[in-house]
């Protein structure tokens, strides 16, 4: 079963225009992270971000975790057509996980020129 | 610095068949883990190998098998093949267990059954 659900499943949006995408997951994490993935082809991890940690930025994405809510977003901004992709979250469960990665059903993103 | 690999990248088979699918793991990386991912859907987490053994299960029937090679490359195995096995096989690899570590997919093989 899918542990996270992001909202929300589709965004279309112009060129130059930030881009939101929430995750909720149910059990208490390791960490979350958050992977692309064009065209049904392999995920590219973009960013990882610890229990512990409440915000995080990497080029043009920031990530925040909520963990009392359970709850994280990704932003991407002054987005590209070349953002056009899938992107998921994904939780490692805090207890006897080990590396084991729980996605989300995904948010389908298109940026148009 | 290679990264993950996957064979082959499409494959068609019929019901009741067979099917053996490989992943080489990025250089460095000792942890190969298996994700089924349907069209439309977030990847599912099969199993996880570790020092050529099974470390972690998810929810999916003992038809899908799997070992690991001393050189840390891995094969997934599906036997008796339902049309539902149909979708997107993607190979992970990471070092160690531990569960800060980042994972590295491969381009996954498109398994159609018919």
């Known amino acids: 079963s899918q542990q996270g659900e992001e909202d929300p499943q589709a965004l279309s949006i112009q060129e130059g225009e930030n881009a939101t995408m929430n995750c909720s997951y149910k059990t208490s994490i390791n960490n979350l992270q958050w992977y692309r993935q064009n065209s049904g082809r392999g995920l590219v991890h973009l960013i990882l971000?610890?229990?512990?940690?409440r915000e995080k930025h990497s080029g043009r994405l920031r990530v925040t975790l909520d963990t009392s809510k359970k709850s994280s977003s990704l932003l991407i901004t002054a987005s590209r057509a070349a953002d056009t992709a899938s992107y998921f979250c994904a939780t490692v469960p805090e207890a006897g996980g080990y590396n084991k990665l729980i996605f989300g059903a995904g948010t389908r993103l298109a940026v148009h020129p | 610095d290679a990264g993950v690999t996957q064979s082959p990248t499409h494959l068609i088979k019929t019901r009741g068949q067979q099917v053996t699918l490989r992943c080489s793991p990025k250089?460095?990386?000792?942890?190969v883990s298996w994700y089924q991912q349907a069209l439309g859907q977030g990847p599912q987490f099969i199993f996880q190998?570790?020092?050529?053994?099974?470390?972690q299960r998810g929810n999916f029937p003992d038809r899908f098998s799997g070992h690991q090679f001393p050189n840390y490359s891995s094969e997934l195995n599906v036997n008796a093949l339902l049309l539902g096995d149909s979708a997107l096989y993607l190979c992970?690899?990471?070092?160690?267990?531990?569960?800060?570590?980042?994972?590295?997919f491969g381009p996954g093989t498109r398994l159609t059954v018919t």
């Open positions: 992970a690899s990471s070092q160690g267990l531990a569960g800060g570590s980042k994972q590295y």
């Open positions: 190998y570790y020092e050529e053994e099974e470390r």
């Open positions: 250089s460095g990386h000792d942890t």
């Open positions: 971000i610890r229990s512990n940690e």
